[in-house]
T-cell receptor
Framework: GAVVSQHPSWVICKSGTSVKIECRSL??????MFWYRQFPKQSLMLMAT?????????EQGVEKDKFLINHASLTLSTLTVTSAHPEDSSFYIC??????????????FGDGTRLSIL | DAKTTQPPSMDCAEGRAANLPCNHS???????VYWYRQIHSQGPQYIIH???NNETNEMASLIITEDRKSSTLILPHATLRDTAVYYC????????????FGTGTRLTIIP
């Protein structure tokens, strides 16, 4: 089945640094990937749609200069949290789906990246 | 995408069938019902989806009412590892790929 991998699974860094999170589709190609954020005891909130070969589409209220998305190949999207601050601490999750199997195929999610900014 | 309503929490005894309801009274004819679950500190896991017919796979069964305004996810023999938050999501199958997560149902399996 479709597998999505995220790396790293956990990262702690100092305030002001930038952190890059990778999302890979391991056994399929994905022209579109999605990035979500989840705060403790809350549901997942979509941040942005990553499009291979073009600019990402950001949801309302998400700063595109803060959360840089690059989808340079059909199997890799990266999310870079720039100049991270403690309020950026969250659980970041990506998803993708294998449309080669049909248009109503489900999204599959990575295991998430827990980001803690000190 | 149509909005869904789920009970915030449910308990189920280990070994029994867990029946999780979802109301989606404003669903459109071309919208699918998807179920995901999220075990603590992990990404959501796809369970099952359907359009109007009942569906079954190795994980669960999905029962959709004839008017499609509600559905029930059935875990036939719940185990402790089924403790998770279960999300019912309705979305158009073709075109819009976004998933909008509600608050889901926190299912606790009791030993």
């Amino acid at each position: 089945g479709a597998v999505v991998s995220q790396h790293p699974s956990w990262v702690i860094c100092k305030s002001g640094t930038s952190v890059k999170i990778e999302c890979r589709s391991l056994d399929f190609q994905a022209t579109t990937m999605f990035w979500y954020r989840q705060f403790p005891k809350q549901s997942l909130m979509l941040m942005a749609t990553s499009n291979e070969g073009s600019k990402a589409t950001y949801e309302q209220g998400v700063e595109k200069d803060k959360f840089l998305i690059n989808h340079a190949s059909l199997t890799l999207s990266t999310l870079t949290v720039t100049s991270a601050h403690p309020e950026d601490s969250s659980f970041y999750i990506c998803s993708a789906r294998d449309i080669s199997r049909g248009q109503n195929q489900p999204q599959h999610f990575g295991d998430g990246t827990r980001l803690s900014i000190l | 995408d149509a909005k869904t309503t789920q009970p915030p929490s449910m308990d189920c005894a280990e070994g029994r069938a867990a029946n999780l309801p979802c109301n989606h009274s404003t669903i459109s004819g071309n919208e699918y019902v998807y179920w995901y679950r999220q075990i603590h500190s992990q990404g959501p896991q796809y369970i099952i989806h359907g359009l109007k017919n009942n569906e079954t796979n190795e994980m669960a069964s999905l029962i959709i009412t004839e008017d499609r305004k509600s559905s029930t996810l059935i875990l036939p023999h719940a185990t402790l590892r089924d403790t998770a938050v279960y999300y019912c999501i309705v979305r158009v199958g073709i075109g819009n790929e976004k998933l909008t997560f509600g608050t889901g149902t926190r299912l606790t399996i009791i030993p």
